[in-house]
């Protein structure tokens, strides 16, 4: 959407489904262990335990039976000229409603609302260009979710948390070099 009565604005709504068959993806240590655990013998082969007892799972790409993902998306820009340059002000939101995986011959493994699955994430980003300089902040976020959402215990989230980065750049002049 580009409204005409608002210039430098534009915003839109992507709503994606992703269902892929033959997928190649890692399942996660923790799913390794619980699958091992229930009896998979494909996987313990993954585990190992060393003379000092120090657990090693190994996480390697494995081909899944099945991978699906779905969610929307939403981004807003505006763009206008202020003082001797111009100023964008950006969002972008992630809403996902499903995300799990199933590799062969195991159960469906969920990975939503975990932490490398948020339900929400976010960046807001705002940058100042001229032709001399610019500045550039941009803030990522993503909201609390539990660590591993199938247990009970108390101790089992990762809070919200959120990341700004800022970025500074400066044109010089070549030495020795005229300007026409």
């Not at 608002?6 to 269902?19: E, V």
């Not at 993954?46 to 996480?59: A, E, F, H, K």
């Not at 101790?155 to 500074?168: C, E, K």
Request: glycine share 4%; charged share 15%.
């Amino acid at each position: 959407v580009r409204p005409s009565f608002l210039p430098g604005f534009q915003a839109s709504l992507d709503y994606y489904d992703i269902d892929m068959k033959d997928a190649i993806a890692s399942i996660g240590s923790q799913t390794t262990i619980d699958q091992c655990a229930a009896g998979n013998q494909q996987l313990c082969s993954l585990i190992t335990v060393t003379p000092q007892n120090t657990l090693i799972v190994l996480n390697p790409t494995l081909n899944l039976d099945k991978l699906k993902n779905s969610g929307y998306d939403f981004e807003a820009a505006y763009t206008t000229p202020v003082w001797i340059g111009d100023l964008t002000v950006r969002t972008l939101v992630n809403y996902r409603t499903k995300d799990y995986n199933r590799p062969l011959g195991l159960t469906v493994t969920d990975n939503l609302n975990t932490p490398t699955s948020p339900r929400w994430r976010g960046t807001v980003s705002v940058r100042y260009n001229t032709d001399q300089w610019s500045l550039f902040v941009q803030t990522r976020w993503q909201q609390a979710s539990p660590l591993d959402p199938t247990q009970t215990i108390n101790i089992n989230h990762v809070p919200a948390i959120s990341y700004t980065d800022i970025t500074g750049t400066y044109k010089f002049n070549q030495f020795g070099a005229s300007e026409e």
